[in-house]
């Protein structure tokens, strides 16, 4: 049963690239690697926390109450995620600004809420809510890798936001910087738009590919 939620939610369903869900992050915030894996982390803390506590209690909700009581767990989590990114990482809760608070109304989490934690035990619904925020995480990671390469000529810019002025050092310049390589159709919203929708061909690429060799090899075995 784990394996079976942790493949569905990274891959079968992947909130960015099978349900597109939660667009408005995804599009705006993955203009880096930092910062997309930053937001990425962060749903998937609230997703796992809710999905447990939504699951604790379902019993005890009435069906007329459930949206609204769902939604105030996962805007309380929400401000503490909030209060922590402001206390210890000022600089990349700046750089995030609204979209911290945002995942209180991100699609995915009240979906999961509903579709999954509503119904399951405590620790699926946990186990279900953070793996669906890593695959979540990964697209945006992969997505903000491929605009800040593109764009920048980087990766890691704004490392220092998450560990201190000396993770300066870890940013990798693949264009020398004394270059000022910059492409700004990458770093914009459209850049975004053209990344995302090459990942999802990808993807449906490779799950077209796996189901002819899922075929072939049940053809294969129906002949022996």
Same mark, same amino acid.
């Not at 186990?127 to 669906?132: E, P, Q, R, T, V």
């Given at each position: 049963?784990?394996?079976?939620?942790?493949?569905?939610?990274?891959?079968?369903?992947?909130?960015?690239?099978?349900?597109?869900?939660?667009?408005?992050?995804?599009?705006?915030?993955?203009?880096?690697?930092?910062?997309?894996?930053?937001?990425?982390?962060?749903?998937?803390?609230?997703?796992?926390?809710?999905?447990?506590?939504?699951?604790?209690?379902?019993?005890?909700?009435?069906?007329?109450?459930? !949206?609204?009581?769902?939604?105030?767990?996962?805007?309380?989590?929400?401000?503490?995620?909030?209060?922590?990114?402001?206390?210890?990482?000022?600089?990349?809760?700046?750089?995030?600004?609204?979209? &911290?608070?945002?995942?209180?109304?991100?699609?995915?989490?009240?979906?999961?809420?509903?579709?999954?934690? !509503?119904?399951? !035990?405590?620790?699926?619904?946990?186990?279900?809510?953070?793996?669906?925020?890593?695959?979540?995480?990964?697209? #945006?990671?992969?997505?903000?890798?491929?605009?800040?390469?593109?764009?920048?000529?980087?990766?890691?810019?704004? &490392?220092?936001?998450?560990?201190?002025?000396?993770?300066?050092?870890?940013?990798?310049?693949?264009?020398?910087?004394?270059?000022?390589?910059?492409?700004?159709?990458?770093?914009?919203?459209?850049?975004?738009?053209?990344?995302?929708?090459?990942?999802?061909?990808?993807?449906?690429?490779?799950?077209?590919?796996?189901?002819?060799?899922?075929? #072939?090899?049940?053809?294969?075995?129906?002949?022996?």
């Amino acid at each position: 049963m784990s394996n079976e939620i942790i493949r569905n939610s990274i891959w079968k369903q992947n909130a960015g690239l099978v349900q597109i869900l939660g667009m408005c992050p995804v599009l705006v915030v993955s203009s880096n690697i930092v910062n997309g894996v930053s937001l990425g982390l962060a749903t998937s803390l609230v997703m796992l926390v809710s999905g447990a506590a939504i699951a604790a209690i379902r019993q005890f909700v009435p069906n007329e109450l459930r !949206s609204p009581i769902f939604i105030l767990i996962i805007a309380a989590l929400v401000t503490v995620v909030d209060l922590l990114f402001n206390s210890y990482a000022h600089g990349l809760y700046v750089v995030l600004g609204i979209f &911290i608070p945002l995942i209180t109304t991100n699609c995915i989490v009240l979906a999961r809420a509903e579709a999954f934690a !509503s119904k399951n !035990s405590v620790w699926d619904s946990a186990l279900d809510g953070f793996f669906m925020g890593i695959g979540l995480t990964l697209v #945006l990671a992969v997505l903000g890798g491929m605009r800040e390469l593109v764009g920048k000529g980087t990766l890691l810019s704004g &490392i220092d936001l998450v560990f201190g002025p000396k993770a300066q050092a870890w940013t990798i310049h693949i264009i020398p910087a004394d270059m000022h390589y910059q492409f700004l159709l990458a770093i914009l919203p459209p850049g975004a738009f053209i990344g995302l929708g090459l990942l999802i061909a990808v993807k449906t690429a490779m799950d077209k590919r796996l189901q002819a060799k899922a075929g #072939l090899l049940a053809n294969v075995a129906a002949i022996h």
